[in-house]
């Protein structure tokens, strides 16, 4: 069967909605899927329970490469739904390059935030960034910033776009 561009634009399961950027599937698809696991996984004994988590172990030891690209491409996925959630380009010069973004704390209080996660004071990235999804992404005065905006904010006080300095 020929697929046409009308049939990439649709979810693969329920052929109705429209995947969700780096899916192949709709966001209510992927939670229906979701919730039957989990109600699934509800049913398990603690023997079965066990013996899953033997087997992803011993898969994951056995297949460290396709282990570390389905991480990457996971944690990947969890930045960009927060980075996104955030505004998604600086805050200060527009920069737009996902590998340059990071979260910027604009009350300077990012240790007493990631305590109160439950986070010790060097979690930072993708790990920040999935306890941010969990926690439903709280308005927790956070800003995109770009790298290097980030550095001058929080070595110099502020960023050299913010000064109005033209050799920024």
């Known amino acids: 069967m020929a697929h046409n561009a009308a049939d990439t634009a649709r979810c693969v399961r329920c052929k109705k909605d429209p995947p969700d950027e780096g899916y192949k599937t709709c966001s209510r698809c992927r939670t229906q899927r979701r919730d039957t696991r989990r109600a699934r996984y509800e049913t398990f004994t603690p023997e079965k329970r ?21 991480q990457r491409t996971w944690e990947q996925r969890v930045r960009k739904i927060v980075v996104d959630h955030y505004g998604g380009k600086c805050a200060c010069c527009g920069e737009t390059e996902f590998a340059f ?32 999804l969990k926690a439903g992404l709280p308005d927790a005065h956070l800003e995109v910033l770009c790298w290097n905006c980030h550095m001058a904010t929080e070595h110099r006080g502020i960023c050299p776009h913010k000064e109005g300095n033209d050799n920024a």
């Open 50 to 70: 066990q013996a899953l988590a033997t087997q992803t172990k011993t898969w994951q030891k056995n297949n460290p490469e396709k282990n570390k690209g389905i």
């Open 101 to 132: 973004l990071t979260l910027h704390h604009i009350d300077g209080d990012g240790a007493a935030h990631r305590k109160a996660l439950g986070l010790n004071r060097n979690v930072a990235g993708w790990a920040f960034a999935w306890r941010l």
